[in-house]
């Protein structure tokens, strides 16, 4: 059944999804099939343009050679060179394009070869399209006869034109390229231009290098001069000064230094003299019989009288035990004793007056240190100004100096460099006489005149389809209207001027097209009928139907004609069928079928009990036909068509047929459709074959959501038949074969 609106889609979006829907392979398929004579004509109308030109170019041979910028070969001269700092920079390698290019370069091929006197430069021998545009120059230029000068401009002009040079890849290698109509002259020329263009490196080199050896060699006399001068000024500044000089520098400094020395070696001494005296004078005042004392002086006459010492304390100590204290012989002990303690005291006050007499030594040798430190420095301080203009001297002549060796090893290196000059560029590739021509490619020139007519006649075939509104596949109707397609019917119309069903005296075509079906039952015309009688018994199965409309968007697409075949074709099945003219405005299927009737619809909508009256039989097929008899057109025809009336007399029809079929008006002109719709069991949309927009049938079917859910599907009227058969190639040339068009 018919979905609701958003089944029709917007303007916007048909231009986007290509008629309505998602483009698909099968959608292009078909544009494909529908549209291949415009592809042919595209595709042979450009390989016809690219035989024209292969036809009429004039060949051209192309000579290549090849320069690489060696750095290496630079390296001789110079043993000491990192290969890895011999590098060069890719902008260098893309500036030699340009040198090799430059004007001057190319003029000077051009003398050297004397191509202002060949023809194929100076145009003495012009074709036709020369000939043509030079008269049509001579009208924008002076008259006067041309320079010299500007015919080698013209000539150069013309071999950079032919001339490409690039670089290879990212390599150091540069590709020479030179096209021209003869191969000899070609490979001539670009062999020229290698060897212009390594002579000229060669000369820019050397150039160079003897201008930079001339100032170089101007600028070492200017530097030996000034470090000369600078030395002298050193010299003299010493001689005013009273400066003398050792290999250490000045003698003042000399000795200042080492007095420095011999003060911090003084001071040391006074320091550890100063120690011994402290700590010998701090052993005095205790125990001189404590092992600490002994073992703080380490003094050989301490260490024996305090190990007699230590002797006779032990022997007193065990006699005192024995005897006691005032035991002689203790008594004897302990003076002893005490002889050996003064000893140990009389020895310390000895060693005390050494250590005494080596610290005053010491003060006394440091504070003549000092002294005379004080008078060097003081000294020194008379020519502290002296010895920094000295420095700013000598620091300015051994700048000098070191500029005058520098560059006087740039002057050596330069010098041998304008004596041995080396390039760094070196052909490798040597210009041969090409074989075969450059251009134009046969092949190539072919191949791309069918793609490029393929792709002309690709967008030309999907233009038309994409600017066209029309439909013309049953996918089509399916995707724009949400029912099935119930199929193509094959225009019938015999060929006229105009090419319409109905002629210009008003009747509705030829006599023998609404017995189409009878005189042809086995065409397509005919099947594509039974294939609607089909879907209709199917539906019946589900559902009663028994009055069926036939309706279009527009007039004069021809569902008059396709109503009294179906009608017929129905008949001749046996089952008893009924049609209606329902179109109250123009009647032409009374017209058509029954010219003579003197009665019928309306008539029988007044007494639907006298309908036999107004019915007429058609002998031959037994179908019955109620024409529409009026004087003149109706203004209240639908109320007429869609009254109570026409209720009733559909209800009696009911009841003596089993199919009754409605040739109803065009929905778009008039609203007669939509008036009775509500009467009408199940519609069949008749849609023009290319001719009916999508934008006609949107309007027409949304307007209407009775005459929506009565659509039981949709035909495709009037198709022609050769671009039919081109659609339909996928399904087999054996899918005709059981049609028999002819009566």
Known sequence: ???????????????????????????????????????????????????????????????????????????????????????????????????????????????????????????????????????????????????????????????????????????????????????????????????????????????????????????????????????????????????????????????????????????????????????????????????????????????????????????????????????????????????????????????????????????????????????????????????????????????????????????????????????????ISTAAKPDRKSSPRTVLALVGGLVGGLCLGFGAAFARELLSDVLRTPGEVEDELGVKCLGVLPDIRPPTKTGALLSTSGKTGPPDLSRYVVDHPFSRFAETLRNIKVSIDVARLTREIKVIGIVSSLPKEGKTTVAANFAQLIALTGHRTVLIDGDLHTRSLTRELAPNAKSGLVEALSDPASLGYHVQRSKETGLDFLPSVVASRMVNSADVIGSKAMADLLKVLKEHYEYIVIDLAPVMPVADSKAVSFLIDAMVYVIEWGQTTRSALQESVSGSEVLQKKLLGAVLNRANPKMLKRIEAYKGKHHNSYYVEHA
């Open 1 to 427: 059944m018919y979905q609701p609106r958003e089944h029709f889609p917007s303007g916007h979006r048909f231009g986007i999804e290509f008629g309505g829907a998602v483009l698909s392979f099968e959608r292009v398929a078909d544009v494909l099939r529908r549209q291949w004579p415009i592809i042919a004509v595209c595709t042979g109308a450009s390989l016809a343009l690219v035989i024209v030109y292969l036809i009429m170019a004039q060949p051209m041979y192309t000579a290549n050679a090849r320069i690489m910028m060696d750095t290496r070969q630079a390296q001789v001269l110079d043993k000491d060179s990192n290969a890895n700092s011999a590098l060069i920079d890719t902008g260098y390698v893309d500036s030699q394009v340009e040198v090799i290019n430059s004007d001057d370069l190319i003029l000077s091929v051009v003398r050297r070869l004397k191509l202002t006197d060949d023809p194929e430069f100076n145009g003495s021998n012009p074709g036709l399209l020369s000939i043509v545009l030079g008269k049509f120059m001579s009208l924008f230029g002076t008259g006067e006869p041309a320079s010299q000068e500007r015919l080698e401009h013209a000539v150069v002009e013309q071999v950079q034109k032919n001339l490409r040079t690039e670089r290879v890849l990212t390599t150091y290698v540069l590709s020479l390229n030179y096209r021209s109509r003869s191969p000899d002259k070609a490979a001539k020329i670009v062999n020229a231009v290698a060897s212009a263009y390594l002579v000229g490196a060669l000369e820019a080199k050397y150039q160079s290098t003897k201008r930079a050896t001339e100032w170089l060699q101007q600028r070492s006399i200017e530097l030996s001069e000034q470090a000369t001068a600078s030395d002298r000024a050193v010299q003299t500044f010493k001689a005013e000064n009273n400066i003398v000089g050792t290999s250490r520098g000045l003698m003042s400094e000399q000795q200042l230094s080492d007095l420095n020395t011999q003060l911090v070696q003084a001071r040391a001494s006074t320091a550890e003299a100063k120690a011994r005296l402290d700590r010998i004078t701090a052993i005095s005042d205790q125990d001189v019989a404590q092992s600490t004392v002994t073992d703080a002086l380490n003094n050989s006459v301490i260490t024996r009288l305090r190990a007699q010492y230590l002797d006779l304390q032990a022997q007193y100590a065990d006699w005192s035990r024995r005897y006691g204290k005032q035991h002689l012989a203790a008594v004897n002990l302990a003076n002893k004793m005490e002889e050996l303690r003064k000893n140990i005291a009389d020895e310390l006050h000895r060693i005390g007056d050494a250590y005494r007499s080596d610290y005053e030594i010491a003060k006394s040798r440091e504070a003549s240190l000092e002294k005379n430190v004080k008078e060097l420095v003081a000294q020194a301080g008379d020519t502290g100004q002296a010895a920094v203009k000295l420095r700013d001297l000598e620091s300015a002549a051994d700048t000098y100096r070191n500029l005058y060796n520098n560059f006087l090893e740039k002057l050596q290196s330069a010098t041998q460099n304008q004596s041995f000059p080396l390039s760094e560029a070196r052909l």
